[in-house]
């Protein structure tokens, strides 16, 4: 079975970094006030010491072997210049802050379960952190610009730091420390740590390192780091459902896309530790979960010899790939599969899917299975054949819309949402008019729309212009946005008159006598907190509670929410959604 590595296999090394910068780590160089800073001062000089002799060649082939998998108490071994108590996080108070994709969401708590391992706390609070670290997003040039405003208001934090506390400490970690790697070091000179999408394992050493004054940095790109065996750590330990990732990075270079650069190679988690994981969840009574990946659906795990036959990969009809046809392993449908099969009362989604890959077997499996909702999240980009060969998407719109009609044709009643970009490079009015009319032709329940950002390292960037000026390009997201919002009212009105099965978040954010929930489409149904009957417990009344199923008859409904009054509690096995 192939196991991921703790260091990431060395032909995928693509940059490194632990460099001294003592100077640039606003640590004086005098002893300070505080008795642990002083200690701190006198371990440094021993630790450069070690350091300057530096990992040997061994020691990292030693760590690129399979590795035993270990009781989660125990701690790693350390390299060679640290110490275990070194490598500890001696009760030191990190901060996690989250930007981006729901990967990121749950990226940040599988790096939060490897520091907690490492004896390090958890807070809310910025003022009494220790260490506060930025899960951060490159997708667009706004998100990034985002973590440089944030990184300001840190600077003024850790500069007013009490000289008698330990040092505050900042690091960088996801797609924009992979993308922008040294330059982030060198232009914020108070980030310490630097830790990519695939190097969340070596958090622990990193900051280590930058506890005696050294920034440090992990940029490797992994070909088989999938975090299989970290359980991640529920950020909300109240909520209703999970993020449960199943494969990392993308294969397919969109023409626009940082993704590949920054995530890397396509790669899935064995079944085996996906199954494990839903199982624990749905014991801690946790009643949704979302499958997660750039490319969820491209899923295929080749973990196990015995499945790697010559089966080649199925498109769906009129669709391509960037890429030779993969063959072999456990596909897409096999775990929606088991996974569904786990517990009939948890619901199971799956984000983000790519639309070439959708055979029958998945669509049949939706529509057969009760609680795999009946929503496909389904990125078409653009409506122009034209601008999506430029985008390399490897379909036309009749295609799409060729898919779009067997998907609802295979499953009756299906949601769809979408993805757009508008503005993107040579794209005519013309070809934004073709957007715009795929969007009244589909009419979406749900869309994110948003404007061409160009990024470095891509396709688009070498080989084509950006040449749609910014008030043209935030003209027509509008418009997109005005479309898409006429049509997903339309399509959302036919939920008026009819009962959804609503599972329970909790109390709605505007209102503290209403409740909130989501129905099988991922729609928002808000509706007031009453007493109601228990289907499953006769004569019982009850008020719903977090977790709960209840059918709620709509009344209202808008672009994005539906409203109605609920009728009674039931369970996911019993009720089926009818209109
Ligand atoms: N893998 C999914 C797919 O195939 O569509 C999408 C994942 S991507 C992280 C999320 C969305 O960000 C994309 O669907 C696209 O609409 C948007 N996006 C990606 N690169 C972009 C760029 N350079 N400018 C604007 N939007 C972008
Ligand atoms: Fe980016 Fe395309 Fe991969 Fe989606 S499929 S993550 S848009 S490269």
Redo the contacts with the bound molecule.
């Keep these: 079975m192939q196991r991921c590595q703790r260091w990431g296999p060395l032909a995928s090394v693509s940059w490194v970094l632990l460099r001294t910068c003592r100077a640039h780590s606003g640590l004086p160089s005098t002893a300070c006030s505080s008795p642990e800073r002083q200690q701190e001062d006198g371990v440094w000089k021993d630790f450069s010491s070690r350091l300057a002799t530096g990992p040997t060649f061994q020691h990292f082939l030693r760590n690129a072997s399979v590795p035993q998998e270990k009781p989660s108490s125990e701690v790693d071994d350390p390299p060679p210049y640290l110490t275990v108590d070194e490598l500890s996080g001696r009760q030191r108070k990190v901060y996690l802050e989250t930007y981006g994709c729901q990967m990121n969401v749950n990226d940040t708590e599988i790096a939060w379960s490897i520091l907690q391992k490492s004896g390090y706390l958890r807070t809310s609070n910025l003022q009494e952190a220790d260490v506060i670290l930025l899960v951060t997003c490159s997708i667009r040039e706004k998100a990034e610009q985002t973590i440089w405003n944030r990184l300001q208001q840190l600077k003024v934090l850790k500069s007013k730091r009490l000289r008698s506390r330990v040092p505050l400490k900042i690091g960088i970690l996801g797609c924009m420390a992979e993308r922008l790697k040294e330059e982030i070091l060198n232009r914020e000179k108070m980030v310490d740590i630097l830790a990519g999408p695939d190097a969340y394992r070596d958090l622990p050493r990193l900051l280590a390192v930058a506890k005696s004054g050294q920034q440090a940095a992990n940029v490797l790109l992994s070909l088989d780091e999938t975090y299989a065996d970290v359980m991640p750590v529920q950020m909300s330990p109240s909520a209703t459902s999970a993020f449960v990732s199943i494969m990392r990075g993308?294969d397919?270079?969109?023409s626009y896309?940082i993704?590949?650069f920054t995530r890397g190679r396509e790669r899935s988690r064995p079944v085996a530790s996906i199954l494990e994981e839903v199982r624990k969840l749905s014991e801690q009574g946790l009643k949704e979960v979302t499958l997660l990946g750039?490319?969820v659906n491209s899923f295929r795990d080749t973990s196990e010899v015995q499945f790697n036959n010559a089966v080649s990969t199925n498109l769906s009809r009129g669709f391509s790939s960037n890429y030779k046809t993969k063959q072999g392993g456990l596909r897409f449908a096999h775990l929606l599969d088991q996974v569904s099969r786990i517990d009939p009362e948890m619901r199971i989604r799956f984000t983000?899917p790519?639309p070439k890959d959708f055979p029958d077997e998945v669509l049949q499996l939706i529509h057969e299975r009760d609680n795999i909702c009946k929503q496909i999240h389904l990125?078409a980009q653009s409506g122009s054949s034209r601008v999506l060969e430029a985008m390399r998407r490897g379909y036309s719109r009749e295609a799409y819309v060729e898919l779009v009609h067997h998907i609802r044709e295979s499953i009756p009643g299906v949601s769809l949402s979408s993805d757009f970009i508008a503005g993107f490079c040579g794209e005519t009015e013309e070809d934004h008019f073709q957007t715009v009319s795929l969007l009244q032709e589909v009419q979406y329940n749900m869309g994110f729309l948003f404007a061409y950002s160009m990024r470095q390292k891509t396709r688009a960037y070498h080989r084509l212009k950006d040449d749609i000026p910014e008030e043209v390009k935030l003209r027509r997201l509008e418009e997109l946005i005005t479309v898409f919002r006429e049509e997903a009212t339309k399509a959302n009105k036919a939920f008026v008159g009819c009962t959804q099965l609503v599972l329970v978040e909790g109390l709605s954010k505007r209102s503290a006598t209403d409740l909130c929930g989501r129905n099988d489409g991922n729609l928002k149904v808000i509706f007031p907190d009453a007493e109601m009957e228990d289907v499953t417990n006769s004569g019982l009344r009850v008020r719903a509670q977090p977790g709960d199923y209840v059918l709620v008859k709509i009344t209202s409904a808008s672009s994005q929410t539906l409203k109605g009054h609920v009728l009674c509690r039931t369970t996911l096995k019993d009720s089926s959604t009818y209109c």
């Design positions: 993308c397919n270079m969109c896309c993704v590949p750039q490319n983000s790519h990125p």
